[in-house]
C-alpha cells in the first residue's frame, strides 16, 4: 500500500514523535493532524510528556493525547499508526502497544539510523526538516487539505529545524517549499515572534549564566547548564534547545557541545557541528544519534564526570 492508498483507505489516525518534543517533531505531527482532520478523519497526537510552552500557538487547539487516553479512544477499533522525526522505535514516548496494535504504520523522517519501522516509509536523510518530506507528501496526493494552519505547523517546523534557514541542508528546495507555505497562508509573523522573539527575562539569565562557563580549546567549545541554574531562573528543561548554539556559533569553532544536567546522574549531551565534522558519529560512540551536523546523546553519570568523558573523547576525535 502507498502513502495515499492507507490514509484514504482508514478513518483513524495515531500520531506520535521522539522523546522531548522539538519544534520539527511538534509541527510535523500537528500539521499533519490537521490535514487529516481536513479530509474528514479522525486523528490524535500521542505524547506521553508536556510539550514546549514556546509553541502553544501551535498546540492550542490541538493538545496531545497520554497513552492511556489514546488506547481509551482508540477502544478496539482498527487505526494506523504515523510515526514523524522519529528514527528508532525507542525514542517514541509512548505505550509500545500503541505502535504494535495498528494495522499499518507509516515513518516519515530525515535522521541518519533510521529504523525503517513503516509499512511505508518516507524516509531521506539529506532533507533539512521532517516538514519537508510530510510537505510533499501531502502536496502530490492531497494538496487541497493543506490550509493556513497546515501550513503554520510546517513553516515552524522548517524553521526551527534549519536553525532559520542557516544549516546546510536548508538549500534552494527548502526555501522553495517555505514560499509556498506563506502563499498557502503560513503566519509568518506570529511564528517569528512566537519562536524567536518571546522569551522570558529569566530565560536571558540563565543564557548569562551558561555563557559564564564557555570554553573554548582550538575548534572546540563547551558550556554547562546545571539543573539549579534551570530551576532557579524557572526555565523548563523542554526551553533550552537553542542553547547550545552559543558554543558553535564562535569563529573558528567546528565542534560545540552543552551539557545539560537532566538529573543527578543524567546528563543530556547537544552536539553541533558547521558541517566539517560528523558529531552525529561522535554521540553514536556514547548510544545516540541525530544528524551529521546536529545530535545528542545521554551520559549517566555526575556532571563534572560527564564533562570530563566528553571532553577528553572531543579533543580525540578532532585531532
Ligand atoms: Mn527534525
Not at 496494535?101 to 539510523?113: A, Q, W
Not at 527575562?201 to 546545571?226: I, P, S
Not at 526555565?235 to 552559543?246: A, D, F, H, Q
Request: aromatic fraction near 10%; hydrophobic fraction near 40%.
Amino acid at each position: 500500500m502507498t502513502f495515499k492508498e492507507i490514509i484514504e483507505q482508514n478513518d483513524l489516525f495515531i500520531i506520535s514523535s521522539h522523546v522531548n518534543a522539538d519544534g520539527d517533531n511538534l509541527s510535523s505531527s500537528l500539521g499533519l493532524k490537521i490535514a487529516l482532520e481536513n479530509m474528514g478523519k479522525e486523528a490524535y497526537y500521542i505524547l506521553d510528556e508536556e510539550l514546549p510552552e514556546k509553541f502553544e500557538f501551535l498546540y492550542r487547539d490541538h493538545p496531545n493525547y497520554s497513552s492511556s487516553k489514546a488506547i481509551s479512544i482508540i477502544d478496539n477499533r482498527p487505526y494506523v499508526f504515523i510515526g514523524l522525526d522519529c528514527a528508532i522505535l525507542k525514542r517514541f514516548n509512548i505505550e509500545t502497544s500503541i505502535f504494535e496494535g495498528s494495522s499499518y504504520k507509516i515513518n516519515i523522517d530525515h535522521h541518519l539510523g533510521n529504523e525503517y519501522y513503516g509499512d511505508v516509509n518516507l524516509v531521506s536523510t539529506n532533507i533539512s526538516s521532517t516538514c519537508e518530506i510530510l510537505y510533499e507528501a501531502l502536496k502530490q496526493d492531497f494538496e487541497d487539505f493543506i490550509d493556513a494552519r497546515v501550513a503554520t505547523c510546517l513553516y515552524t517546523g522548517i524553521l526551527t529545524d534549519t536553525g532559520n534557514f542557516i544549516y546546510d541542508r536548508a538549500g534552494s528546495e527548502t526555501l522553495r517549499i517555505a514560499m509556498e507555505l506563506i502563499q498557502k497562508g503560513a503566519d509568518k509573523a506570529t511564528i517569528a515572534e512566537r519562536v524567536f522573539r518571546s522569551e522570558t527575562f529569566g530565560y536571558y539569565k540563565l543564557m548569562g549564566e551558561v555563557l559564564n562557563t564557555l570554553a573554548v580549546e582550538g575548534d572546540f567549545a563547551y558550556a554547562c547548564l546545571t539543573k539549579e541554574m534551570r530551576e532557579r531562573w524557572g526555565v523548563p528543561y523542554n526551553n533550552i534547545e537553542t542553547l547550545v548554539n552559543c558554543t558553535i556559533n564562535i569563529e573558528g569553532v567546528n565542534m560545540g557541545i552543552l551539557f545539560k544536567e537532566k538529573g543527578e546522574n543524567e546528563v543530556r549531551v547537544s552536539l553541533r557541528s558547521k558541517g566539517l565534522v560528523d558529531v552525529e558519529k561522535f554521540a553514536s560512540e556514547f548510544g545516540g544519534g541525530g544528524h551529521k551536523s546536529a545530535s545528542g546523546c545521554t551520559l549517566y553519570l555526575p556532571l563534572k564526570e560527564a564533562v570530563a568523558v566528553a571532553v577528553k573523547r572531543a579533543k580525540e576525535y578532532l585531532s
